[in-house]
């Protein structure tokens, strides 16, 4: 099983800070996705990443897919309260289709 | 499109009872899997079906777990006997293609085993 390293595990910042988010493993992914899941909810697709180097933006969220296709990283600009949830990556393995996550990382932006 | 339905919402039974979680995917998807996911982490797959086979069920629990897709449709994952350490939110998810089609998650099964 390819593992996903994402860091911070826990992240709370103020209202209007930016952050970043870090999905790291020494494995290669054909695409990786990242999700975010609330409280009650499953994870909702926010985008997938499959060329290396890729960049995506998502409104004030940035996405971008590491040269070799092993780490990924998401910023978020001027947080918002509305963008507290559990951040989640995702990496389809080469060898197959089975997708696996990261252990998450929890955002906490307080107004 | 209708999402992918999940019952029961929350469980509750005692250790070494038996429990049953029942899934319904988006129509015309494919591809069902199956996550169990601890309080705090990722994620982790038990298994992953394709139409109504098995495509994989490595990190499935085999003593104790156990999961069909009679069908190719819908699907059940049961526990049998339950322990302590299985207590987490159970998530049923769904793809029309693994490779380059995103999942779509339901809202989960909390079981709570005391």
Redesign the interface.
């Known amino acids: ?1 390819q593992l996903l390293e ?1 860091s911070p595990q826990f992240l709370s910042i103020q209202e209007g800070e930016n952050l970043t988010v870090y999905c790291n493993s020494s494995s290669v992914f ?2 990786l ?1 990242w999700y975010r899941q609330e409280p ?6 926010l985008v ?1 990443v ?1 060329t290396g180097g890729e960049v995506k933006k998502l409104k004030r969220l940035t996405f971008q897919f590491g040269d070799a296709r092993k780490d990924s990283s998401l910023h978020i600009t001027a947080a918002q309260p509305g963008d507290t949830g559990l951040y ?1 990556c ?1 990496g ?1 393995e080469t060898s ?9 990382t ?1 955002l906490t932006v307080n107004p | 499109e209708a999402g992918v339905a999940q019952s029961p919402r929350y469980k509750i039974i005692e250790k070494r009872q038996s429990v049953a979680f029942w899934c319904n995917p988006i129509s015309g998807h494919a591809t069902l899997y199956w996550y169990q996911q601890i309080l705090g982490q990722g994620p982790k797959l038990l298994i992953q079906f394709q139409n109504n086979g098995v495509v994989d069920d490595s990190q499935l629990p085999k003593d104790r777990f156990s999961a069909e897709r009679l069908k190719g449709v819908d699907s059940t994952l049961k526990i049998q006997p339950a322990k302590l350490e299985d207590s987490a939110v159970y998530l049923c998810a769904s793809s029309s293609n693994p490779r380059n089609s995103p999942l779509h998650f339901g809202n989960g099964t909390r079981l709570t085993v005391t």
Not at chain 1, 40 to 45: D, F, I, N, R, T
Not at chain 1, 96 to 104: A, D, I, P
């Open positions: 099983t994402q054909s695409s996705q009650g909810e499953g994870p909702v697709l997938t499959v989640l995702a389809v197959g289709s089975r997708l696996t996550f990261g252990e998450g929890q």
